[in-house]
């Protein structure tokens, strides 16, 4: 097998199963770790493949990571750490203590374990909630003041600077912009995706913060971005920090709207002046510099995430969207 050894923690998950499909199509040896707290559904169509190894454990547990590896198989090149409480409400709702103890300190954990084992480089999910709005409304980027609004946020950057001053595996950090489309465990509290599945199923939408301006990704081209900074020169990954995502995802509410009444024209959309507390997101980002460093691109549109969100609901590809396997502790969030 000439693939690397990847280790991808919350492998199971929204991003981590579709992530894990890619890896082992292009001949890696991938070994999941996950809790399996919404299931492991998303995983079935890999155990045939000798080259797919999971393991249910915590990552916040001290040998999680060195007690999950095969035997005989060659130790890991690169650990992708997707586990973790995520979004602003779940972290919210469990308190800092909590959201410190799996979302900083397991990736400390984590992150010590790959030392031990001689990994060459760990790849950290993080979130472009990290930034506050530019004062004077331009877009903000890898430069631009941290100013968290959440708890969520609060946890990214403390992970990101405990990772940013280490010497061990080379660390690149990905802020993803919002999240949609579909993968082998779809989640449904996520604007875009949440959006289409009130229209389909209530032939309504609420909407609240009308005007505000996000950045979003879909789950592809998240994956792909990740396996830049697997693959890139390690130059351009040791200690680099990179938007993920594309001037073309910046929307308004309105516009991700637009999309959904080109395919329910008969959905009734009302708005609400109501404000939500944590994080608002109200923010332009640059993507220059992960275009500029790795040469991406995103190849999905919100239309396409829209489009196939409304197909595999019509078609009843997915059967009962409010499975709790679709959503991310119990929350959904607009």
């Known amino acids: 097998m000439t693939g690397k050894h990847i280790v991808v923690t919350g492998g199971a998950g929204y991003i981590g199963s579709l992530l894990t499909a890619r890896l082992l199509r292009q001949g890696h040896r991938v070994t999941v770790i996950d809790n399996l707290l919404f299931g492991g559904e998303s995983l079935l169509a890999f155990f045939s493949d000798p080259h797919f190894h999971f393991v249910k454990a915590d990552v916040t547990e001290q040998r999680s990571l060195r007690d999950s590896l095969p035997r005989h198989a060659p130790k890991p090149n690169i650990v992708i750490h997707l586990a973790g409480i995520v979004g602003f409400p779940a972290?919210?709702?469990?308190?800092?203590?909590?959201?410190w103890y799996y979302n900083v300190q397991a990736?400390?954990?984590?992150?010590?374990?790959?030392?031990?084992?001689?990994?060459?480089?760990?790849?950290?999910?993080?979130?472009?909630?990290?930034?506050?709005?530019?004062?004077?409304?331009?877009?903000?980027?890898?430069?631009?003041?941290?100013q968290p609004e959440s708890l969520y946020a609060e946890s990214k950057i403390a992970a990101e600077e405990y990772l940013l001053a280490q010497n061990g595996p080379a660390p690149v950090i990905f802020r993803l912009a919002t999240v949609y489309g579909l993968s082998p465990r779809t989640r449904f509290d996520l604007t875009v995706n949440q959006f289409v599945l009130d229209a389909f199923t209530r032939r309504e939408l609420r909407i609240y913060q009308r005007g505000y301006s996000r950045s979003f990704i879909h789950v592809w081209d998240v994956v792909r971005g990740l396996m830049l900074g697997m693959d890139c020169p390690l130059e351009k990954a040791r200690g680099q920090v990179y938007n993920l995502g594309s001037e073309?995802?910046?929307?308004?509410?309105?516009?991700?709207?637009?999309?959904?009444?080109?395919?329910?024209p008969e959905?009734?959309?009302?708005?609400?002046?109501?404000?939500?507390?944590?994080?608002?997101?109200?923010?332009?980002?640059?993507?220059?510099?992960?275009?500029?460093?790795?040469?991406?691109?995103?190849?999905?549109?919100?239309?396409?995430?829209?489009?196939?969100?409304?197909?595999?609901?019509?078609?009843?590809?997915?059967?009962?969207?409010?499975?709790?396997r679709y959503r991310n502790a119990h929350f959904i969030v607009q």
């Not at 910046?250 to 329910?264: A, E, G, M, P």
Request: aromatic share 10%.
């Open 91 to 99: 972290c919210q709702a469990i308190g800092r203590q909590a959201t």
């Open 107 to 146: 990736t400390q954990n984590i992150y010590t374990q790959a030392a031990s084992l001689g990994v060459e480089r760990f790849v950290y999910a993080s979130t472009y909630s990290v930034y506050a709005p530019s004062a004077d409304g331009s877009a903000v980027n890898e430069t631009s003041p941290l």
């Open 248 to 264: 073309e995802g910046n929307y308004t509410k309105d516009q991700i709207v637009s999309f959904i009444i080109k395919r329910l």
């Open 267 to 324: 959905v009734i959309v009302e708005y609400k002046d109501l404000t939500f507390g944590g994080d608002k997101r109200d923010i332009t980002v640059s993507f220059d510099k992960i275009r500029r460093e790795l040469g991406f691109h995103t190849e999905r549109s919100v239309d396409d995430g829209v489009r196939e969100l409304v197909n595999a609901l019509k078609t009843g590809l997915i059967r009962n969207p409010y499975d709790e």
